[in-house]
């Protein structure tokens, strides 16, 4: 019985010490393995790439583990590089801080002519830069014109039979110069999980991103949150790409699609429709950013919106596919549980649509725009057309606003609440060429803003400022100040006059311009004065004149009285001009000391 047990314990110590050796054994092979094919790999990536490219590509390393990702080979390139040559010459196409590719341990012993099978990959922290010049070169053409011999022997260092794929914090940038647009696509992250080495197939991908456009120098989109969870059929043989099942948001409004996609010799082919899956009011609240819109869950709504869009058509050099994007609602209202005012008779009937596949025959219409806070009622209508050469603008607006209502019925955020009442009836049509050249004789214009009782503090006044009452009359070419009551302080202001560019104020960042009469009963100096600290020994605080940065306007003044220290100047009149934040004054007459004074 001893002799059996023996014997029993012998051979378990046998088999014990063998599986422990095959084991160390394994582990030996699994770590110095990869240090053997590591040089191999690395020359082979480096000259793959470098003979098929015309541009500058460079990585930090190459590492090869059997350990991370057994019983898959994991291979690791990092920092990996593509730098433009000429007409590009040292822009960045494209930088990822780490890729890895999993593939089968036995792709590591195949002959260096023969592609490697790759079954995964992933990316991380990566940056795509696309650019068109104005002469319509791209930076992503770099690929060498293979020769005679290339061509009869041609094959891939890696052949993709991928089944899944992970793609995070990529940063993509398209620039085209030609037509001054800039797109911008941040952190996105995307996976697909496919089998790639089959002709047709669903591939599974979820996908989310932040969207940017600029366009002629103006910001249309900044940081739109996109989502996408779908599954896309793929047709490899004639490269076409099918919606499935799908859900998407735009910020937080909900879209579903259908249709596809096809890759085309001359670009891509386009034939897709997508809606709104409910008819909800919260899908118009949804468009906002989530940094604007306040907490959706809290928001009461009633009545619909709906989006319906038709995208259908070629997308290549000289063209785009049509498209015809509705946004409707009727009698809707919203309401915020934690404040007080509502915004209710909602009604929008908009479109945005291109019939040609021109790009300059896109249309934008608002055919109306209406809503209701308590009693007061603002409705607007308009268009935009000629969108990329010049787009112009016709605008009529229509209603009242009382300011204050605004943050009452919206979670919007103000360093300063807004007060005043707003009325308008105007009507006007312009472009934006004329408005970058200043030619204001081609704007057309009709109709009034008032506005009163409001109250402006900012960095550009020292005291705030409250405005009583201010007319604006647009006639056919001029805009005219009919009336502007304001107090700062003590002083009083009355202000008439010719506004010149008041649109190039508003939209094109440009400096207010006009000749207008100033007229006062007591204008206090101190009202106007700023604080600034000067170091000196005393360590004082002096005040200077706080005057606008954005006027570039002449007053002709008639004062009563001025007030300056002890000083008091009467009937003061002359001519000012005010810019780049001085004041001119010229032919300026005053009393004093029972004298007169003249001065420039």
């Known amino acids: 019985m001893n002799t059996k047990k023996k014997k029993s314990t012998s051979i378990i110590k046998k088999i014990a010490k063998w599986f422990f050796s095959i084991v160390l054994l394994l582990l030996i092979i699994l770590i110095t393995v990869p240090y053997v094919f590591k040089d191999k790999i690395k020359e082979m990536i480096a000259n793959s790439i470098n003979e098929k490219v015309n541009a500058t590509v460079s990585f930090d390393d190459v590492d090869l583990s059997l350990l991370r990702s057994f019983p898959l080979a994991n291979l690791s390139i990092s920092k990996l590089s593509i730098i433009n040559n000429a007409p590009f010459k040292g822009d960045t196409l494209i930088y990822t801080n780490e890729i890895h590719l999993k593939m089968s341990v036995r792709e590591l012993f195949k002959d260096a002519s023969e592609a490697m099978d790759i079954k995964s990959f992933s990316a991380n922290k990566s940056l795509i830069n696309i650019v068109f010049d104005k002469n319509g070169n791209k930076n992503f053409d770099i690929s060498k014109e293979p020769t005679i011999s290339e061509k009869q022997t041609e094959s891939e260092p890696f052949s993709l039979n991928i089944e899944e794929y992970t793609v995070t914090n990529l940063n993509v940038i398209y620039t085209d110069k030609s037509s001054n647009t800039i797109l911008r696509v941040s952190n996105l992250n995307h996976s697909g999980i496919g089998n790639f080495s089959k002709d047709v197939l669903d591939l599974k991908t979820t996908t989310k991103a932040l969207i940017s456009f600029d366009y002629n120098g103006s910001n249309y989109m900044n940081n739109v949150a996109i989502s996408l969870d779908a599954i896309i059929g793929i047709n490899l043989k004639n490269n076409t790409y099918t919606f499935k099942e799908n859900k998407g948001f735009v910020n937080q409004l909900p879209l579903e699609f259908d249709g596809s996609i096809q890759l085309i010799e001359t670009g891509q082919l386009y034939d897709i429709n997508f809606k709104t899956p409910t008819s909800s009011f919260k899908n118009m609240l949804g468009l906002v950013p989530t940094q604007y819109a306040g907490n959706l869950s809290t928001v009461k709504t009633e009545g619909d919106f709906n989006i319906n869009g038709v995208i259908k058509g070629t997308y290549s050099k000289n063209t785009i596919p049509t498209f015809d994007v509705s946004f409707e609602s009727k009698n809707a ?38 809503f209701r806070i308590d009693e007061d009622v603002f409705s607007a209508n308009g268009n935009v057309i000629n969108i990329q050469e010049n787009p112009k603008i016709s605008l009529t607006a229509k209603g009242t606003i009382n300011l204050e209502n605004i943050s009452k019925a919206y979670p919007i955020k103000l360093e300063k609440p807004l007060l005043g009442i707003l009325k308008a009836n105007v009507s006007t049509v312009f472009d934006m060429k004329s408005l970058e050249k200043r030619n204001y004789q081609n704007i057309k214009n009709s109709g009034n803003i008032t506005l009163s009782n409001f109250k402006y503090e900012g960095t550009e006044v020292a005291k705030p400022f409250l405005i009583d009452n201010a007319t604006i009359a647009f006639t056919t070419h001029q805009i005219q100040l009919n009336q502007f009551d304001a107090k700062t302080g003590k002083s009083d202001l009355h202000i008439k006059g010719k506004l010149d560019n008041f649109y190039g104020f508003l939209f094109q960042n440009q400096v207010l311009k006009g000749d207008f009469n100033l007229s006062s009963n007591y204008l206090e100096v101190s009202d106007f004065l700023s604080p600034t600290t000067v170091v000196d020994k005393e360590s004082k605080t002096v005040k200077a004149i706080k005057i606008p940065s954005f006027l570039d306007c002449n007053f002709s003044a008639n004062i009563k009285e001025v007030r300056y220290d002890n000083l008091s100047l009467s009937g003061v009149t002359g001519n000012m001009i005010v810019k780049d934040e001085k004041v001119t004054l010229n032919d300026l007459k005053m009393g004093l000391f029972d004298g007169n004074i003249l001065l420039s």
């Open 333 to 370: 209202l919203f309401k915020y549980a934690d404040l007080p005012k509502e915004v209710k008779n909602i009604n929008i009937n908009s479109t945005i649509s291109n019939k040609t596949g021109n790009i300059n025959d896109t249309y934008l219409t608002v055919t109306n725009l209406t």
